[in-house]
């Protein structure tokens, strides 16, 4: 079946640096993809979306990053704060889907001071 | 109270029990959703409704009873459950069921099944 996956289970990183997690995705007919942040105790938050007529977006020092020929989505932090530390997943659905979003598993962003 | 709240935070219960879930949107959305979210796992869709009306069902288990008694509320009620269903359930609420209706999620209820 289709699934949407992330490279990596856990990044570190340290306060200031970017950060940059990914994730691949398998159904070609997703034509919108979001990223969530998960902090621990809560439930997940919307951070930016993407559609598929797009290669990049940009949000408050995030950005998104789209490759449809290779069907790979990345989410960039830029300056990353303590604050970040999170889980982030992606997730994907299509024209049509109704509210049916297919999610990744997810990738532990910690943050080292 | 903004959001997306439920209630309670934790549960834990014995396979004979029964017991609720509570989810309560502040927002004025019209779509509510539960979601359950196992360690390690992607997040699952379990239901979903639009204006109290189920649309979605995906492949649940019996032993999950879904209720939406107004575009408000969302409950799930629980009865003789397995410890495979021991996860986080996330409820979630949107202002219409469309992909481009960005969802709002509450802080979920940890399940520990016994």
């Known amino acids: 079946g289709e699934s949407v996956g992330l490279h990596l289970p856990t990044l570190s990183v340290q306060e200031g640096d970017n950060s940059i997690i990914n994730c691949a995705y398998s159904n070609s007919a997703s034509d919108y993809f979001i990223w969530y942040k998960q902090e621990s105790g809560k439930g997940p938050q919307f951070i930016i979306d993407i559609r598929s007529n797009m290669d990049k977006r940009q949000g408050q020092r995030v950005t998104v990053l789209l490759n449809k020929t290779v069907k790979h989505l990345s989410l960039q932090i830029a300056a990353t704060q303590p604050g970040d530390s999170a889980v982030y997943f992606c997730a994907e659905t299509y024209t049509g889907g109704g509210n049916k979003l297919t999610f990744g598993t997810g990738t532990q962003l910690k943050v080292e001071l | 109270e903004t959001g997306v709240t439920q209630t309670p935070r934790h549960l834990v219960m014995g396979m004979t029990n029964k017991k609720s879930l509570k989810c309560e949107q502040h927002l004025g959305h019209n779509a509510m959703y539960w979601y359950k979210q196992s360690a390690k796992k992607p997040l699952e869709l379990m239901f979903v409704?639009?204006?109290?009306?189920?649309?979605e069902n995906n492949s649940v288990p019996s032993r999950f009873s879904p209720e939406c008694p107004n575009s408000s509320h969302l409950f799930l009620h629980l009865h003789t459950l397995q410890p495979e269903d021991s996860a986080l359930y996330l409820c979630?609420?949107?202002?219409?069921?469309?992909?481009?209706?960005?969802?709002?999620f509450g802080p979920g209820t940890r399940l520990t099944v016994t």
């Open positions: 979630a609420s949107s202002q219409g069921v469309d992909v481009f209706y960005e969802q709002y």
């Open positions: 409704y639009s204006l109290e009306e189920r649309v």
